[in-house]
């Protein structure tokens, strides 16, 4: 079923790009726009149009556009979207970069979820990180609606334990992305978060996104997080660093004080 017979589309066929459970996506070009652009294979047409309709209700920067959908002349379903160029999400030598790029996923998962929509297979092969800086959330295939029923599903690793699906599931998954993308020798703050998202209960977990995500945003502004419980000395070195530059000028008033005091006409 690899083979791509566009008979009747506005597409010329290209190489498979990707190949999962869900379906094939092969690199295309639209000769009417002359573009290229990825299509994916969907399967039978009453199943296969319910990614196509996700995708249609998710409209936001993060999330790949859904340009097309229509039927193959074998029958089944296939969407159009743009063609990423990117790399799959990784580890990151910089903690700036790392915590960048977890703040927008957190911001298309969230969008997502804002939609009624749970995505369920969050993993790097369906994160993609482009040269200019966007980050791209893919494969919305086995995703579920809010109040839908459905069981767990995924990649094993980045799986929640639990049998009920809800937004808590994303949020597992978000965990362990952040553990694996996170520099090594990353602050203790930062792996408690990611500790905290993918914790095996889901009520110890966060219950939104936007709560992940705001923690996140308090360790870059520099101030505690509710996923770690500081020491006193942590604290101190925190308020000093946070505030350096009030510190820095405070010390350099008080030693002109001091010169002027011992060295002042007698």
């Not at 083979?3 to 639209?30: F, H, N, Q």
């Not at 990151?92 to 298309?108: N, Q, R, S, Y």
């Not at 040269?131 to 959330?137: D, K, L």
Request: charged share 25%; glycine share 10%.
């Amino acid at each position: 079923m690899d083979e791509l017979d566009l008979t009747g589309t506005r597409y010329e066929a290209g190489p498979l790009i990707g190949k999962g459970g869900m379906g094939s996506v092969y690199r295309v070009r639209d000769f009417m726009l002359d573009r290229n652009v990825a299509l994916k294979v969907i399967g039978p047409v009453g199943d296969g149009f319910e990614e196509a309709r996700t995708l249609a209700r998710l409209e936001h920067p993060g999330i790949v556009p859904l340009y097309d959908a229509g039927t193959l002349a074998d029958g089944r379903g296939y969407c159009v979207m743009r063609l990423v160029d990117g790399e799959p999400l990784r580890r990151f030598d910089g903690l700036a970069e790392c915590l960048a790029v977890a703040a927008k996923i957190c911001e298309a998962v969230g969008f997502a979820h804002s939609q009624g929509v749970i995505h369920r297979d969050l993993k790097p092969e369906n994160i993609l990180t482009g040269q200019f800086g966007q980050v791209m959330v893919l494969d919305w295939g086995i995703a579920l609606w809010s109040g839908a029923r459905g069981s767990r599903a995924g990649t094993r690793r980045y799986m929640a334990p639990e049998a009920e699906v809800d937004a808590r599931t994303d949020i597992f998954s978000l965990g362990v992305l952040l553990e694996e993308i996170l520099p090594l020798g990353a602050p203790r703050p930062l792996l408690a978060i990611a500790a905290k998202a993918r914790a095996d209960d889901p009520v110890a977990r966060y219950q939104e996104v936007g709560e992940l995500a705001q923690d996140l945003r308090r360790f870059q502004d520099q101030m505690a997080v509710s996923a770690y419980e500081e020491k006193l000395w942590e604290r101190g070195l925190r308020f000093v660093s946070r505030n350096r530059v009030l510190l820095l000028l405070l010390v350099s008033y008080l030693l002109v004080r001091i010169l002027l005091f011992f060295f002042r006409p007698g």
